[in-house]
């Protein structure tokens, strides 16, 4: 008795699966390599895609960031690849979309609703053709412990000295790490150092652009003051910050050992689960600047297999993606990766809030090394992890960070070498 | 027992000659695929593909040694290269140093007469070897952290808290540390080596070095320590060929730009960076192989020096 009911029960089910392929025509699927949001991808953005379009199944399917673009990479030769494809920024994208996995989307309807710099991840050298939806941006700056500043009496920096007197007042005071930031994996030095503060001092999109068409040099003062400011924060950084990993720094941050922290705004989410009274500040710019400038990174984007065998449904579901419906739920669901549409978007954390306002406040950019800059070698974003984290160590002096830069730059980069 | 045996060999003596072929195919054919498959192909593959060039639009175009030329000449390639190689030969020696004679000083211990607790000791210093790197790695970076590390609390319990540094953060100091780390690891393979040799000396020659006059440590120096010269040779060549192999725990620890400032990048590391890409380095196929046969040729070196200058001169002796 209890058996045949067993056998119907795998039967009905072997039938119901048989039933849900056939009914799945219009299924696709995501390439990621975001597997940290599969809950928000799988409980919120699907489910509010599904309400609209019931016709389509969406599946999220993502790898682990470090394996993701060889894994992409393979599937895409393979012909295994998904339907829709999370788009790194700049080169590697691109590198897809001239071998013809990526499918242009410039008749896509929403794209109207995007910047060109928030489409300049994602579009050709010659800015004709735009193959991936820009989804999300990171904004850096720094994150503080709201009680620690009370205790201390301390108010946000507005200026680089405030900054410096901020972080001295807390060392003095001797109780906590005055500013949480490691070198051991020297990306963050690189991109919460360097690409923190540097936009302020090489006047953001102005500098970086000129760096592109060769008429400013790595070696300008812009560049050395801003590896000049970095090198004044290694006192102020824990003890043994050399041997500091970045989850280290997350964790003596998350504890509420550390007063500072150098942060890129995907770091907030990961403090509110530890529920650190958190404040933020924008980089504080040095004195005598007229402008302030903030690094807005382009991050990911979405785009389409070109071999996709369900292009049509993929075509809406992009298209939804370049949506308000979808920005606001994006940027809510993960305070610290914020939408690059035109839309009218509020966030309910505080602190995700603040950042998004400094757009308002500041001007925007982007990494300087991300377009163009890193296609030789030896590779630009390769170097300056390196030389920014030697700067903090107190191991190499600023200039010899900014010569060293641009000799690695001239060896390949035709503009420079003028 | 002797019919069993001559039937057998009468079987294939008269066995026909396709027959005798199926026999072979069957008994040889899966190592011959999966070694063909999954090594001889590979290297023959990457070596071709060292000898191609990746052109600016994705195509490869032949270079002949044209990558060898640029890996050994240009210093945008040759510094990192040098600098890799001679970590790498650094990363060799403390091992031969440090990690072949602790392992015979342990496996001379584990082979005293009246030692117990063998079967324990033995377990627990081979254990690291089974543990996955990234365990390994985690563990140490835990264990040597400035910030939360044992080693820290350890020094100052001691009063000599003054000795303790961001070891795996300092360029002076970055290299040995992982090093050390590697040894600990991998002591556990000299040493079960090296006591099956010495448990293979017959009890006849020690005995008759004791009544000879000898006591525990000279016959150790004087017995047994010759006839195990070819294990401690092969253990050499072993442990060389799996240090210009070695990447995963530099990998692990100190990731693909093994900083600072390359100071503990091996082969491996500016192998796998330049063949799989780092960040917004894209992966380059070409070099990366360039840089995988030249890994290839140093351990063939090696082992071939090994081969003729030490193996074919040690002498062997059968009890």
């Known amino acids: 008795m209890l058996k045949t009911g067993l056998k119907t029960m795998l039967l009905t089910a072997v039938a119901m699966t048989a039933f849900a392929s056939v009914a799945s025509a219009g299924k696709i699927t995501i390439e990621s390599w975001r597997n940290d949001d599969a809950t928000i991808w799988k409980e919120k953005i699907i489910p ?64 109207a609703g995007f910047s060109d710099v928030a489409k300049s991840a994602w579009t050709t050298d010659d800015g004709k053709t735009t193959f991936c939806v820009p989804m999300a941006s ?118 509420g050992k550390g007063a500072i922290y150098a942060a890129g705004s995907w770091d907030i989410s990961t403090f509110r689960g ?15 600047s007229a402008d302030c400038y903030i690094s807005d990174h382009t991050d990911i984007g979405i785009g389409m297999n070109a071999k996709s065998a369900n292009a049509a449904d993929a075509k809406v579901f992009l298209d939804w993606i370049g949506s308000d419906e979808f920005a606001n739920i994006f940027a ?34 982007i990494r300087n090394s991300y377009q163009i800059l890193s296609r030789g070698t030896p590779n630009l974003e390769n170097e300056m992890w390196n030389v920014s984290a030697q700067v903090l160590n107190g191991a190499m002096a600023p200039d010899a960070a900014g010569a060293q830069l641009q000799d690695g730059l001239k060896k390949w980069y035709a503009p420079q070498q003028k | 027992m002797a ?34 498959v999954f090594s001889i192909y590979p290297l023959f593959a990457t070596i071709f593909n060292s000898l191609y060039l990746r052109q600016p639009d994705g195509a490869y175009l032949f270079n002949g040694l ?45 082979s005293l007469p009246r030692l117990r607790l063998r079967a324990t000791y033995r377990t627990l210093i081979f254990m690291p070897t089974m543990l996955s790197v990234v365990i390994i790695g985690f563990s140490w970076q835990l264990i040597l952290s400035p910030l939360w590390g044992i080693s820290k609390m350890f020094l100052n319990a001691l009063g000599l808290g003054f000795l303790f540094a961001p070891w795996l953060g300092q360029e002076s100091t970055a290299l040995i540390t992982v090093s050390l780390i590697s040894v600990w690891q991998f002591v556990g393979i000299p040493m079960i080596l090296i006591y099956t040799a010495l448990l293979a000396i017959p009890e006849e020659l020690i005995d008759a070095a004791t009544v000879d006059g000898l006591n525990q440590f000279q016959a150790f120096v004087w017995v047994k320590l010759p006839l195990i010269f070819p294990t401690i040779g092969l253990v050499s060549v072993l442990t060389f060929v799996n240090n210009f192999n070695a990447f995963d725990l530099i990998y692990a620890m100190k990731g693909a730009l093994a900083g600072p400032n390359f100071s503990a990048d091996i082969m491996g590391t500016l192998f796998y960076r330049t063949f799989f890409g780092n960040q917004l380095q894209l992966g380059d196929l070409s070099m990366g192989s360039t840089i995988a046969t030249m890994m290839f040729l140093i351990i063939l070196v090696g082992v071939m020096c090994y081969l003729f200058l030490i193996q074919r001169r040690m002498q062997r002796y059968s009890f």
């Open chain 1, 138 to 255: 990171v904004i850096h700056g720094f994150i503080y412990n709201k009680d620690i500043f009370a205790e201390l009496k301390l108010a946000e920096p507005k200026t680089e000295e405030e900054f410096l007197a901020v972080l001295e007042t807390i060392k003095n005071d001797g109780k906590y790490v005055p500013l949480v930031l490691g070198t051991n994996d020297q990306w963050e030095a690189a991109t919460m150092g360097f690409q923190n503060i540097g936009p302020n001092y090489w006047k953001g999109e102005e500098g970086r652009k000129k760096l592109i068409d060769g008429t400013a040099k790595l070696t300008d003062p812009e560049y050395v003051n801003t590896f000049a400011a970095l090198a004044k924060w290694g006192p102020y950084m824990g003890d043994g910050y050399k041997a500091q990993t970045y989850p280290d720094s997350q964790n003596l941050f998350g504890l």
């Open chain 1, 332 to 365: 809510n669901a993960l305070p610290g990766f914020f939408p690059l549409s035109s839309a009218k978007v509020t966030i309910s954390d505080d602190v995700a809030q603040t950042f998004v306002g400094w757009r308002g406040e500041c001007k925007s950019t």
């Open chain 1, 274 to 288: 530890q529920d650190v009274p958190m404040g933020a500040f924008k980089a504080p710019p040095p004195a005598g």
């Open chain 1, 48 to 111: 509010a895609f599904q309400a609209k379009h019931p016709d389509i199944t969406v599946e999220f399917t993502p790898t682990a960031p470090k394996e993701y673009n060889a894994a992409l990479n393979a599937r895409l030769e393979g012909g295994t690849a998904g339907d829709i494809i999370t788009c790194r920024p700049f080169d590697a994208s691109l590198e897809l979309f001239t071998k013809g996995h990526l499918a242009s989307l410039n008749d896509l309807s929403s794209m």
């Open chain 2, 3 to 36: 019919d069993a045996k001559a039937g057998a060999g009468n079987a294939i003596v008269g066995m026909g000659r396709g027959s005798y072929a199926m026999l072979l195919a069957f008994f040889l054919g899966p190592a011959v695929v999966i070694y063909t």
């Open chain 2, 66 to 110: 044209g990558n060898f030329q640029t890996l050994l000449t240009d210093t945008t390639w040759s510094v990192p290269f040098w600098n890799a190689f001679r970590n790498n030969c650094y990363f060799f020696f403390i091992h031969m140093l440090v990690q072949n004679p602790i392992g015979l000083a342990l496996a001379a211990m584990l």
